[in-house]
């Protein structure tokens, strides 16, 4: 038997960090969507684990037990053969491997019909990998670990895009300068929430940015293109998102940006609304 899952793009509309632990992980307040665009993994019963990965995004992807998908399968204490076919840059800010993680577990639970790990040991994987089981509109806090299902999320017709330079989550931690920043001011204006995230923030920003100084020149293409409601950073970068007006400008920034920069990642998605996650194909 044969299990698809579809791991999607996480987007950190606001990312806030509210403070630090005493273990150095950050307390975070962000909310968050999924995308229609991400991975596919298909998984099938082997006696031994076997890791393929294929794909336009699967350059410099570790094949072997570093591998998200594979540290799953272990903690699930099942085996499998695992095909992963990375269409998500790698180290972006938009959860490629906790999404990929998240599915895997999914996928494997249904095929050998056992339940899903505790959520200590869900996060023992990755402090984002909770939140990539989940999907609609999400709020995010502690490290990770507090998830609030806010419902459906709103349509919007969004864009991303990736200057092709990876960005390490420690890094852009260890140089974000103020630790205490305020969380996000609830509640959400339901009429006008376009608005209310601009609003909003992602302190993580401005310490990507001075990394890699190329997000800034993502952030000011997006902002200036025609029906740009929105632009900011996703995660810990370099990963940029755009909440864009209607799809004609949703279609006019990608292939503007596409012609511009034919070297960055830049894709045309939607917010996932549906809780729709795996399929079994035999
Ligand atoms: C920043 C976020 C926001 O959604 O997304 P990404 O940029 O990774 O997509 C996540 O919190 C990333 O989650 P994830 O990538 O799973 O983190 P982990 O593997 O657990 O941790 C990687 C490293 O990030 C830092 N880290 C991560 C999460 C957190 N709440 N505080 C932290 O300080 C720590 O330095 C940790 O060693
Ligand atoms: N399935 C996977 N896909 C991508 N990267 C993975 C995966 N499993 C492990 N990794 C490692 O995790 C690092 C962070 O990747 P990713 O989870 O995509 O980034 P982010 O934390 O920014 O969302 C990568 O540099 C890579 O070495």
């Known amino acids: 038997m044969t299990v698809e899952v579809f791991a999607p793009a996480k987007i950190n509309l606001t990312l806030h960090v509210t403070g630090q632990r005493s273990d150095g992980y950050h307390l975070l307040d962000s909310l968050v969507v999924f995308a229609d665009v991400g991975d596919r993994i298909t998984l099938t019963k082997a006696a031994e684990t076997r890791l393929e990965v294929s794909g336009p995004c699967a350059a410099g992807v570790p094949t072997d037990a570093r591998n998200l998908v594979v540290k799953a399968a ?30 895997t577990l999914s996928g494997l ?67 974000l ?40 020149d993502v952030l000011a293409m997006l902002r200036a293109q025609p029906g740009c409601q929105l632009a900011r950073m996703s995660g810990s970068g370099a990963t940029c998102f755009a909440i864009m007006e209607d799809a004609q400008a949703q279609q006019n920034t ?28 035999t």
């Not at 959860?95 to 599915?103: F, K, L, N, P, V």
């Not at 596409?258 to 990642?265: G, L, Q, S, V």
């Open 74 to 103: 272990q903690l699930l204490g099942v085996t499998a053969h695992i095909h992963l076919h990375k269409n998500l840059p790698a180290a972006a800010g938009i959860g490629g491997g906790s999404s990929d993680a998240a599915a």
């Open 109 to 175: 639970c249904q095929l050998y019909c056992v339940p899903l790990p505790t959520p200590e040991a869900v996060l023992s994987l990755g402090a984002d990998v909770p939140l990539c089981l989940k999907r609609g509109l999400v709020r995010m806090e502690g490290i990770g670990e507090q998830l609030s299902a806010l419902g459906p999320s709103p349509g919007m017709h969004l864009v991303m895009v990736n200057p092709r330079v990876e960005v390490p989550t420690p890094t852009v931690f260890k140089a």
């Open 177 to 216: 300068s103020c630790k205490e920043n305020p969380a996000m001011n609830w509640p959400m204006n339901p009429t006008d929430w376009v608005l209310w995230v601009a609003k909003q923030r992602n302190d993580l920003e401005a310490p990507a940015v001075s990394a890699e100084p190329v997000i800034a």
């Open 254 to 281: 990608v292939a503007h940006i596409k012609t511009a920069h034919p070297e960055w990642w830049a894709v045309a998605c939607k917010a996932l609304t549906g809780d729709q996650f795996s399929r079994e194909t």
